[in-house]
């Protein structure tokens, strides 16, 4: 069936180290990419996006990768600093009828450690 | 700039009791808004999307209703909550586009406990 998933739930890297968090997408409809960072009990922070036209885009010490081939995105954070600690969560988007739907993924939680 | 407020930010009900749980946003006009529901440790659940004023489309069943009485404001409700309706409920709007949902930008939430 249609979902976004992420490879890893969880993930620990060091203060310092880049950061790779992966998500895997399998409806190839899907034209646009987000990605959220979620801090604890708090509502989900807009990072980056992404569309399909695109296979990379940066931001602040965050890049996007976007594989179609595979249906592989990835979101990258350079030089992991302890206020990175969160859920990120990826999200797609696609045409559905004469709408667009939304779907989350399930998250991962990145612990940067001392 | 556009900011977007819930209220209350914590809740804890009883079982049977009503809910009414509040959202809304500043700095635009017309946009999408949404509702959330998120389980301890879990991804989030679509709830209710609107377009416009009165115009109320509900993704899944559930003893929860949402109305939107204003161009900015967003409301949630049940007539008796259930034990399953305790979780993290989030409010989200995005810019008014014919059908569109894309980027969407969150609310700082609403914590509800049912007891």
């Known amino acids: 069936g249609e979902s976004v998933g992420l490879h890893l739930p969880t993930l620990s890297v060091q203060e310092g180290d880049n950061s790779i968090i992966n998500c895997a997408y399998s409806?190839?409809?899907?034209?646009?990419f987000i990605w959220y960072k979620q801090e604890s009990g708090k509502g989900p922070q807009f990072i980056i996006d992404?569309?399909?036209?695109?296979d990379k885009r940066q931001g602040q010490r965050v890049t996007v990768l976007l594989n179609k081939t595979v249906k592989h995105l990835s979101l990258q954070i350079a030089a992991t600093q302890p206020g990175d600690s969160a859920v990120y969560f990826c999200a797609e988007s696609r045409p559905s009828g004469s709408a667009r739907q939304l779907t989350f993924g399930s998250g991962t939680q990145l612990t940067v450690l001392p | 700039s556009q900011t977007i407020h819930q209220w209350p930010a914590t809740l804890v009900q009883p079982v049977g009791s009503p809910l009414s749980l509040e959202c809304t946003v500043e700095?635009?006009?017309?946009?999408?808004l949404y509702w959330y529901r998120q389980a301890a440790g879990r991804g989030l659940q679509l709830l209710f999307y609107s377009v416009g004023i009165g115009q109320i489309s509900s993704e899944v069943p559930q003893n929860l209703s949402a109305s939107r009485p204003q161009d900015r404001q967003f409301i949630l409700s049940s007539k008796k909550l259930l034990l399953s309706d305790s979780g993290f409920y989030l409010c989200a709007w995005s810019p008014p586009r014919l059908g569109g949902r894309e980027t969407q930008y969150f609310g700082p939430g609403t914590r509800l406990l049912v007891l």
């Open positions: 992404i569309r399909s036209n695109m």
């Open positions: 700095g635009t006009s017309n946009p999408n």
């Open positions: 409806n190839s409809a899907s034209d646009y």
